[in-house]
């Protein structure tokens, strides 16, 4: 059973910086993509960043592009997000997630909120 705990969320003001922890367990992952959704009150869960485990590619939502850097550490099974320059608008719960490349079937973390004051 594909287990993700994230960590590392909190309060931090305006142009401010905290990463995300992570860390994955349960199965290999090789053929898996992990990463990131959020999910601002009253919105739709909205998609964030994503790495695949195997190939490093990485992809970014626009809105978080220049400011926000993902990562995996394949030997510590977990995946980062930096976030740096941080604007009100980041304030959410943000999920990790696991997507198996071949069926599409994901698994979610139980999420971190991140809060960012102005």
């Known amino acids: 059973q594909v287990q993700l705990v994230e960590s590392g969320g909190g309060l931090v003001q305006t142009g401010g910086s905290l990463r995300l922890s992570c860390a994955a367990s349960?199965?290999?992952?090789?053929?898996?993509?992990v990463g990131w959704f959020r999910q601002a009150p009253g919105m739709e869960r909205k998609f964030v960043a994503r790495?695949?485990?195997?190939?490093?590619?990485?992809n970014y939502a626009e809105s978080v592009k220049g400011r926000f850097t993902i990562s995996r550490d394949t030997a510590k099974n977990t995946v980062y997000l930096q976030m740096n320059s941080l604007e009100p608008e980041d304030t959410a719960v943000y999920y990790c997630?696991?997507?198996?490349?071949?069926?599409?079937?994901?698994?979610w973390g139980q999420g971190t909120q991140v809060t960012v004051s102005s």
């Open positions: 349960g199965r290999a992952f090789t053929n898996y993509a």
């Open positions: 790495v695949t485990w195997s190939g490093g590619n990485k």
């Open positions: 997630y696991a997507e198996d490349l071949f069926d599409s079937r994901q698994y």
